[in-house]
């Protein structure tokens, strides 16, 4: 692997793993909401990727387009101001407070024009932030939905007291199946993380990064749960 593979989180290999990691639970659980959840997080991963690619390229366009208008905006003020100018000393003001509606109208359009530039400085980066909060939002809607199919396997329920509901679905899982289902989740968790990563390899966006980091750091905390579940659920198999 060279160094430069080293460099950045590359799309494909994550595309990869959700794949596998579907076709995994697919084998494994096929009638289960879980196999339901990683197909839609597999196809949301590709949705990730095709959606920096395509990012990449609308951010290139509205580049361009803004720098366009900024040019086109400042020749604009100039030439505005070159008539203003050419105009005032045509007519010769007789003293210098004639001058102050020519200093005033300056003033006023060099701030107009300072707030356009600004604006359309900025019209790239608002593109891109708003394709990619769009995909991370879908992304910790998704976490939220793995982590309320992991909600109801509980280990105590394996134990011949459990007084569970009348409408409980999930107490037909042997142990075994009720740790893979863990196990599942949780490596699901952290196919979120690593999609929501793929956004911030495109990014220096504040925002988009502040965004990523909650996430990964819900996924992280939402896993560590499942673990200690899956713990509880290896004592009590353990237990004589």
């Known amino acids: 692997m060279s160094d430069r593979a080293l460099e950045k989180l590359e799309p494909v290999p994550v595309i990869e793993t959700a794949r596998r990691l579907c076709d995994r639970i697919g084998a494994r659980f096929p009638d289960r909401g879980i196999h339901r959840v990683a197909q839609e997080l597999a196809a949301l ?11 990449r390229r609308r951010s290139r366009l509205v580049r361009a387009g803004s720098h366009g208008l900024i040019t086109l905006v400042v020749l604009v003020a100039l030439v505005a101001f070159g008539f203003a100018v050419d105009s005032a000393f045509t007519e ?3 003293n210098g407070l004639d001058w102050l509606p020519l200093i005033e109208s300056a003033v006023n359009d060099l701030v107009f024009v300072a707030i356009a530039v600004v604006v359309l400085h900025s019209m790239p980066q608002r593109v891109q932030r708003s394709d990619l909060l769009t995909k991370l939002h879908r992304l910790r809607s998704l976490a939220h939905i793995i982590d309320m199919h992991q909600l109801t396997k ?3 329920s394996l134990r011949d007291a459990y007084a569970g509901s009348l409408d409980e ?6 142990p075994e199946q009720i740790e893979y289902y863990l196990e599942y989740c949780t490596e699901l968790l952290s196919i979120v993380g690593k999609a ?9 966006d504040d925002i988009v990064l502040n965004t990523v980091s909650t996430i990964e750091t ?3 905390s939402m896993s560590r749960k499942v673990w200690q579940k899956i713990s509880v659920l290896n004592d009590e198999r353990t237990e004589p």
């Open 45 to 55: 991963t590709e949705q990730v990727a095709d959606t920096s690619a395509e990012s």
């Open 169 to 174: 679905h999930d107490v037909d899982l042997t």
């Open 218 to 220: 819900l996924t992280m």
């Open 196 to 204: 929501a990563a793929l956004c911030a390899e495109e990014s220096q």
């Open 154 to 156: 509980e280990p105590e």
């Open 92 to 94: 010769a003001p007789d």
